[in-house]
């Protein structure tokens, strides 16, 4: 087959279209990547997931009774099925990002001409996937072990849309700074496990003493799980409305962040 | 229009490295240019700030007319970068690495098929295609990243050492494929340690030297330059001492061998002629290092000393 060379510079309107190429080469990039290694990406949150619903939700959920006016089991299912998307977005990303730079292939793409905006949206993308994939998984689950009514789909689909993306630019961010491998764990172990538990997976806040109500206003997470929650279940700690701004407006800050990171060329460019 | 045009570019590194001191350069459309230098002296910084992989500092740099600080998309979209270290994931088959790669420049998934398949081809990897990057020979990997750096058939192809590592008969083959190449109008920068490899393909070189360049010209003229050359020649019998040729400065290196210095303005016929009439026969003659390297140590060595660049 004969060579035919460029001749000519692409233009404005070829850049586009090159952009949305790329975009979805990145994408597909990181779908390979997570169907690949499955044992790893897939499969661990359903087995935690399991375990979940056994211990909490069975054994343990039997003597608590109900809660929330639904019975445990149900109650914590919406809860755990979040903490699962959250914990994946955020650890697809920044194990991919990092590994990227580790192996130093991030190159590939920061040589291309996808702008930084992009790249950013490209493994954002990424890690979207991989939190509907196991929130899928994690909701096939709690499906042997409960009964999931639906009380707004919408809700539902924003909830989870605006939280997969949320943590996949945390996943992003982590994975800029990160020098090492263990730089990449340490933000899942000591923040975002902590503000999991603590963000109404397993209860509801008004259990809580009012100072410990007042201090959970300030994670996140209860307004990412209580939003899911209200789309199955009709019923939320929080309002809902405030909490689809409060992750509209992370998800701003910190895409701005991830993509001024990349403008600067933190920890990519010297 | 120039392929490249670099204008007054510097780099200081946050080290307070000053890896690049006011360079100008420009590369023309179809060029094969090499562009050398020691170790440190700033060719893998020049190619990272036209990458984009480095920040300058100051100064300007142009791809086919596209200013990297206000058209770095287009600038980049016409650039095919093989770079020193290998920077492929490791993981991903060989087939897969170039067709991901053609997505990142905008090429449709069909084409890029195609285009991997040709370039697999071409680099002698097509029957490598499923095999995973890491399993490959230091060599394979050398030439998946060239067909990495063509399957967008950009304009301008930049090489950082391409052949480091590799065996002499991958190294001449790999030549061959950049001749053709550039023959197909690819303009090619090509930075090397083997300077030979330099001499054997590039019309145009420059030296640099401790962020500097110190010489910039054809590869013809530059040759001219040497003054010099030396010539080893072996004879068939033994000799007890250097033969005295006039005109010639003559060193016996042992008795079947001497080295003689030949000035540009000299012929090598007379020391033939000369030898003979001394009933010297000569059995071999060959450069004692290639011409290039002489004048590269030459040009170097006489650099000024101003401090150490990255």
Not at chain 1, 27 to 43: H, M, P
Not at chain 2, 58 to 78: M, Y
Not at chain 2, 183 to 191: A, D
């Amino acid at each position: 087959m004969t060579v035919q060379l460029t001749e000519a510079s692409p233009s404005r309107t070829d850049l586009a279209r090159t952009d949305w190429i790329g975009f979805q080469t990145i994408v597909r990039r990181e779908f390979n990547r997570i169907t690949r290694i499955w044992a790893q990406t897939l499969l661990p949150p359903a087995v935690t997931a399991t375990l979940y619903f056994v211990i909490f939700g069975s054994l343990i959920g039997r003597r608590i009774g109900s809660m929330g006016g639904y019975d445990y089991m149900q109650y914590i299912a919406p809860g755990l099925i979040m903490m699962s998307v959250i914990t994946n977005s955020f650890g697809n990303v920044v194990s991919s990002f990092f590994g990227a730079r580790f192996g130093k292939h991030i190159e590939e793409l920061l040589v291309s001409p996808l702008p930084n905006w992009l790249i950013v949206l490209g493994y954002v993308a990424g890690g979207l996937v991989r939190g509907f994939l196991v929130g899928g998984c994690v909701t096939g689950v709690a499906l042997f072990f409960t009964h999931l009514q639906i009380h707004h789909i919408g809700v539902i689909a924003l909830a989870v849309l605006l939280t997969s993306f949320v943590f996949s630019l945390g996943g992003f961010i982590n994975g800029v700074f990160a020098k090492n491998f263990d730089h990449i764990s340490w933000f899942p172990t000591f923040i975002l496990t902590p503000l999991t538990y603590f963000g109404g997976v397993f209860y509801s806040i008004s259990m809580l003493p009012a100072w410990a109500q007042t201090a959970s206003h300030l994670n996140p997470i209860l307004y990412m799980v209580n939003s899911f929650r209200y789309g199955f279940l009709g019923v939320s700690d929080v309002d809902v409305g405030v909490s689809f701004m409060i992750m509209g407006g992370l998800a701003v800050v910190l895409f701005v962040t991830a993509v001024g990171l990349m403008n600067r060329g933190t920890g990519l460019r010297e | 229009m120039d392929a490249l045009s670099i204008e007054q570019l510097t780099k200081r590194y946050a080290n307070g490295v000053e890896a690049l001191k006011g360079i100008d350069l420009k590369v023309r459309p179809g060029d094969f240019f090499a562009l050398l230098g020691p170790n440190g002296a700033g060719k893998t910084t020049t190619i990272g700030i036209v990458t984009s992989l480095v920040r300058k500092t100051g100064g300007r740099v142009s791809v086919f007319g596209h200013d990297i600080d206000t058209e770095l998309e287009l600038a980049k979209s016409c650039i095919g970068v093989v770079p020193q270290e290998i920077n492929f994931n490791q993981f991903e088959t060989a087939e897969t690495i170039l067709t991901n790669q053609a997505g990142f420049y905008g090429i449709p998934r069909r084409v890029a098929r195609e285009r991997t398949e040709t370039y697999l081809k071409q680099l002698s990897l097509w029957d490598k295609r499923h095999a995973i990057a890491r399993s490959l020979s230091g060599g394979m990997k050398r030439r998946l990243m060239i067909a990495r750096a063509l399957v967008h058939e950009p304009r301008l192809l930049i090489l950082d050492e391409p052949t480091a590592g590799v065996d002499i008969e991958i190294r001449r083959t790999m030549w061959e494929f950049l001749r053709e190449t550039n023959e197909r109008g690819v303009t090619i920068i090509l930075t090397t340690h083997y300077l030979e490899e330099a001499e054997t393909l590039c019309r145009q070189v420059a030296i640099i030297d401790k962020g500097r360049i110190i010489e910039n010209d054809l590869m013809s003229n530059v040759l001219m330059k040497l003054q010099a050359k030396t010539f080893v020649i072996n004879v068939r019998s033994p000799l007890a001492q250097a033969p005295v040729l006039a005109g010639y400065a003559c060193r016996l290196t042992d008795p079947h061998t001497m080295e003689i210095d030949v000035t540009k303005d000299r012929g090598l016929n007379d020391i033939f002629v000369r030898l003979a009439a001394q009933g010297i026969e000569t059995v071999s003659m060959r450069n004692k290092v290639n011409r290039l390297e002489e004048l590269f140590m030459r040009l170097v060595s006489h650099s000024p000393a101003q401090g150490a660049s990255k």
